[in-house]
């Protein structure tokens, strides 16, 4: 009684003997349990009891202990089938209520797999309905109907992914968090163990089957971010550098004969003559290695891959459970669905007029813009949004202000090689060179993440070469959104924008987004830098730069058909040419720039660069020139030098 009066002055609660109990073994004397009753009035009670809606039992989880949940169930549909309810409206009930009824008791203890499916086929017969006090037919699973919307199913919940799900949060808090709960599960569970190798033998059969599941499903899809050197997350077992964990370069020979496999960051780095770096050093790769001592003063922040944030969520748990499946991908081609919908032979045949007879064609041309097509859709009611046409738009490479710089940057990943590189350039207010770059990145699987690591190379030179005011340009949106705090940081990215906010804290630097037929010389050395055999390239002098890169440098090195108005055969002509950037709005037939004493005229469809400017225009380009300046037109329509 001195620690219930002790709980009510800390908590303010006071405690009502009428709705309390106590549990005492089968195997006490009656004699305790008349003293226990007559001390502190409350009723003794046998397990199973309910508290707080969850039943609390000893021994194996037995399906009576759950039957709460059915009866619940059990009587919300007797209420909903004396009603007129649609397959849309059994449809909602099932999503939004139904199926939350079990969650509750699921977030705390598991429910036995009978339980689970007598509760799938009670919503599976009030999905279907009855007939005569019957169930109808039922015609499609009830594992396809729990599928998403995207994989053929109908978005509803799945009970047995759902337990699993909750179970994989619980895992997930235990080892990512500094909570009580946490440290206390870890301390019975996981002593002196990895999650990723624990036995959970201390709970039941069917708990443990489900804690070894989750903690499969953790193991492979987490990230610790270290940036600290008394990190807690375990050296061998836990994926902090690189995609995988050290544990996978070494043997099994080698691993079977290493003490301390749960050691932690911190006590292997503790002492660096350690075996444990010896091992690291002759069985992994440099490039891991070098993320051991680049660590900052901080704590560790773990990452939930499945997620773009690196937020643990139970919906990334289920979409790692759930597989497309089969049956949908038939309907996805649409030859196919042409074919089963209706017969095309006569809609072909009409509108194959509107096809050129030298071009191969499917019978998916029927749903070009034609006019008979058009006719047909207004029949039916279908009305069809059309976007603007595509019109030509300028694009170039501007000079900085006056007294400022510009780094441009580029990075790329190229997933049939599995090469990721980067590259930038820094020019003066005159256009000219200051210095450029190219590095190859390791372990890097995505354009976006060679691009911030592009952007942080660039920055880093920058600033050695004492370069404090500079504007940089990257033709990433997403890049340059994420440095204006505009977008939400990936969790890939969370080193390298760390970094780059680090260091740009002591510059005077902007982002812009530029289109990507301005950043040529960027994009040139980032595919330079996918053929170079070391980290990285700096060149301080434009004779220096790889022939691949002098070219868009200089603005020309393109060849680009012409034709002479009124000759029938193209050809090749050199000159300064580039890339055009379709934009919306109306699209003229005729397009002209001009420059010097002559002009470019265009018409029909192609495209052409002038300098550092991008036209684009509908047909071939040809020359027009009022034989006056120093340019002429020759026979067959090139501009060229009066003599």
Known sequence: MKFLRAYKGSSGQLIKVAKSSFIVSDKAPGSLSRSIADITGFVQAKLPIKYLGVSLFAGRRRPSYFSHILAKTAAKLQTWKSGFLSSGGHLVLIRHVLSALPIYTMSSQAIPTTVINTFHRLLANFFWGSYDGSPKKHWVSWDIISQPKDSGGLGVLNLSQMQL?????????????????????????????????????????????????????????????????????????DVWAGAVPLRRFLSDHVWSDLADKCWSINQVLADPTHHHIHIAHQF????????????????????????????????????????????????????????????????????????????????????????????????????????????????????????????????????????????????????????????????????????ALALRNGIILCYEKGFSEFLIKSDSLVLVQIMKGQYSIPWRLSIATQDIFHRCQNLHVSFRHIYHEANQVADSLVGHGCTIACSCCVWSFWADLPPTVKGPYQGWEFRFRFRDRPGPKPKPFRFRFGRFRPVSGGLKRRVSVGFGQFRLVSDGFGWFRFGNATVVSAGFVSAETNNQGPYRLDKMGFPSIRP
């Open 284 to 451: 992994c790769p440099p490039s891991l290695l070098g993320h051991i001592f680049a660590c900052n003063d901080g704590l560790d922040r773990w990452i939930w891959c499945p997620t773009t944030n690196g937020q643990f969520s139970t919906n990334s748990v289920r979409k790692l459970l759930q597989g497309a499946l089969r049956f949908g991908a038939a309907v996805t081609k649409p030859d196919l669905m042409l074919s089963l919908w209706w017969p095309v032979r006569f809609y072909t045949e009409s509108w194959c007029v509107h096809v050129s007879d030298s071009q191969k064609t499917s019978q998916l041309h029927i749903f070009d813009l034609s006019a008979p097509h058009r006719s047909f859709l207004q029949q039916w009611g279908i009305t069809l949004q059309v976007s603007a046409p595509l019109a030509p738009k300028i694009v170039r490479w501007y000079l900085p202000p006056p007294g400022r710089l510009k780094l441009n940057v580029d990075g790329a990943y190229k997933s049939t090689s599995s090469t990721a590189a980067g590259g930038g350039i820094l020019r003066n207010e005159m256009g000219d060179m200051i210095f450029a770059f190219a590095a190859r990145y390791h372990g890097v699987h995505s354009s976006l993440e060679a691009e």
């Open 165 to 237: 799900a909750l179970k994989t949060k619980m895992l997930w808090r235990a080892i990512s968090g500094t909570s009580f709960w946490g440290n206390f599960f870890q301390a019975k569970h996981l002593y002196h163990s990895h999650h990723s190798t624990a036995s959970f033998h201390l709970l039941s059969a069917a708990d443990r089957k489900l804690w070894q599941h989750a903690s499969r499903l953790v193991a492979p899809n987490h990230r610790v971010v270290v940036k600290g050197l008394d990190s807690q997350a375990t050296f061998w077992l």
